[in-house]
């Protein structure tokens, strides 16, 4: 169950992060996150991958371990760096997740961030991401969602 969670907590970055367009050119602490990423695979015990995220950023890794407590997603692209997060998960169940699959929506704040990703993404900024984990621990988003960052 800690795996789920930590998934989950992955994707609610406010990439979070994650949940998930550039909605602007950058953040307001505070605000929702400019960023949103239209992919997100990987697993829990593995690596969690954010991909098809509107520039500035290209692509996101996150370790799927760290997420349990809101981890750290690095960011390649025109705007390298990294994004620590911190928020909570809840799950529906199934909710609209395929059979044998759990959705769990994540909320995050935006907590520290480095490198030039802060000329985009500021301290505080919030973001969201709902994704469904499979029995065998891996992660998609729910289907025609994106995950905020």
Same mark, same amino acid.
């Given at each position: 169950?800690?795996?789920?969670?930590?998934?989950?907590?992955?994707?609610?970055?406010?990439?979070?992060?994650?949940?998930?367009? !550039?909605?602007?050119?950058?953040?307001?602490?505070?605000?929702?996150?400019? %960023?949103?990423?239209?992919? +997100?695979?990987?697993? &829990?015990?593995? !690596? +969690?991958?954010?991909?098809?995220?509107?520039?500035?950023?290209?692509?996101?890794?996150?370790?799927?371990?760290?997420?349990?407590?809101?981890?750290? !997603?690095?960011?390649?692209?025109?705007?390298?760096?990294? +994004?620590? &997060? /911190?928020?909570?998960?809840?799950?529906?169940?199934?909710?609209?997740?395929?059979?044998?699959?759990? $959705?769990? =929506?994540?909320? $995050?704040?935006?907590?520290?961030?480095?490198?030039?990703?802060?000329? %985009? !993404?500021?301290?505080? =900024?919030?973001?969201?991401?709902? %994704?469904?984990?499979?029995?065998?621990?891996?992660?998609? &988003?729910?289907?025609? /969602? %994106?995950?905020?960052?």
């Amino acid at each position: 169950m800690r795996k789920v969670m930590v998934a989950a907590a992955a994707l609610a970055i406010p990439m979070s992060v994650a949940a998930v367009g !550039i909605v602007g050119a950058s953040g307001t602490a505070g605000a929702s996150s400019p %960023v949103t990423c239209a992919k +997100v695979s990987g697993s &829990l015990a593995g !690596i +969690v991958h954010f991909k098809g995220c509107k520039t500035p950023f290209a692509n996101g890794n996150a370790v799927g371990t760290s997420l349990a407590t809101g981890g750290t !997603i690095s960011w390649a692209g025109m705007h390298p760096g990294s +994004v620590s &997060l /911190s928020g909570s998960v809840t799950s529906p169940g199934q909710g609209i997740c395929a059979t044998g699959s759990k $959705e769990y =929506d994540a909320s $995050e704040v935006v907590t520290a961030v480095t490198g030039s990703a802060a000329s %985009v !993404i500021k301290v505080g =900024d919030r973001g969201s991401g709902k %994704v469904c984990v499979s029995k065998a621990g891996h992660l998609a &988003l729910v289907q025609g /969602s %994106v995950f905020k960052v």
